[in-house]
């Protein structure tokens, strides 16, 4: 109880340090002290701060899997999964804007790839649609919507992403249904 309560307690109060500042800005040092706890109580716990912010990401990830609603679409589904940026905005920012860029781009990269599978795997119910070509739709949302976070993020998170994931879901509504169905005739030839 005491671990899981010293892990999350490090975890919050690295996440409070990232939205203050940048990542390279922030060392085990600061964390161990702004915890209360000494540094070989992190080292515990984590290698270094990379680790830990890899953690974190992980555990947002899991999070988006376990509370993932077989009912929302996947505009729905992507606005939920896109919570934690939302609130961490400036933390975001300051991890994209460090050497570690690419812990961002994986994460908003699985969070897209776990949404759009869900969601073709529940469209495709009952349409005869190849599992390479449901893979092939999946990839291709999966990476144009991970670009348009990345692009979101570079350009400092001005806009509400909520409008823009709507206003996609709108102008591509069926689109994958269609996709599906495509496959399906394509496998009948």
């Known amino acids: ?36 706890i000494n540094r070989n109580t992190f080292y515990y716990y ?15 990830l899991q ?3 376990d509370e993932y609603s077989d009912t929302l679409s996947w505009e729905e589904s992507f606005i939920v999964a896109a919570k934690f ?3 961490n905005k400036r933390a975001i920012y300051h991890v994209y804007n460090s050497m570690r860029r690419e812990d961002v781009v994986n994460y908003i990269y699985n969070v897209s790839g776990n949404v759009m599978s869900r969601y073709v795997e529940r469209v495709s119910d009952g349409i005869l649609a190849s599992s390479e ?8 949302y999966q990476c144009a919507l991970t670009e348009m976070v990345v692009r979101w993020i570079a350009s400092g998170m001005k806009e509400h992403p909520d409008t823009i994931i709507r206003r996609v879901g709108e102008l591509f509504d069926g689109n994958i249904e ?11 030839n």
Do not use: G, H, W
């Open 1 to 36: 109880m005491a671990k899981q309560y010293t892990k999350e307690m490090i975890q919050e109060k690295f996440i409070e340090m990232l939205n203050e500042r940048p990542l390279n800005k922030i060392t085990v040092k600061d964390i161990a002290e702004i915890c209360e």
């Open 178 to 188: 269609l996709s599906l169905k495509r496959s399906e005739k394509l496998n009948k």
């Open 85 to 87: 940026a939302l609130e």
């Open 133 to 140: 070509d449901k893979r092939l739709i999946v990839s291709f």
């Open 63 to 65: 999070t988006v899997i």
């Open 46 to 60: 984590y290698t270094d701060v990379y680790a830990l912010l890899s953690e974190i990401f992980q555990t947002e």
